[in-house]
């Protein structure tokens, strides 16, 4: 089955929804390029929310690899602090 990655970026939800916009066609790039099935972002009231489908945990592991990704991050100057995260495999998908 498919596999599931939930991201809590803790901080200024405004704030980090600017910078996810600026950085948005650099991390869709390093997404496909890995096999990504579905992207979804959303402010919430503690910061911001990403969830990401894979094939599988191989496109998950690979782009967390990805040297682009890692820029990002450093560019914005997020803190391992700052991220909580959740990884499922899933028991059942269906995108339309």
């Not at 910078?19 to 099935?37: A, I, K, N």
């Amino acid at each position: 089955m498919a596999y599931l990655s939930i991201t809590r970026i803790v901080g200024d939800a405004d704030a980090l929804a600017v910078g996810y916009l600026e950085t948005e066609p650099v991390m869709t790039s390093v997404g496909r390029d890995h096999g990504l099935l579905l992207h979804a972002a959303a402010k919430a009231d503690d910061g911001l929310v990403v969830v990401n489908l894979w094939p599988s945990i191989d496109g998950s592991e690979a782009a967390a690899r990805d040297p682009r990704r890692g820029r990002v991050i450093r560019h914005h100057a997020l803190r391992p602090g700052q991220f909580r995260r959740e990884h499922l495999e899933t028991i059942g998908c269906v995108v339309f």
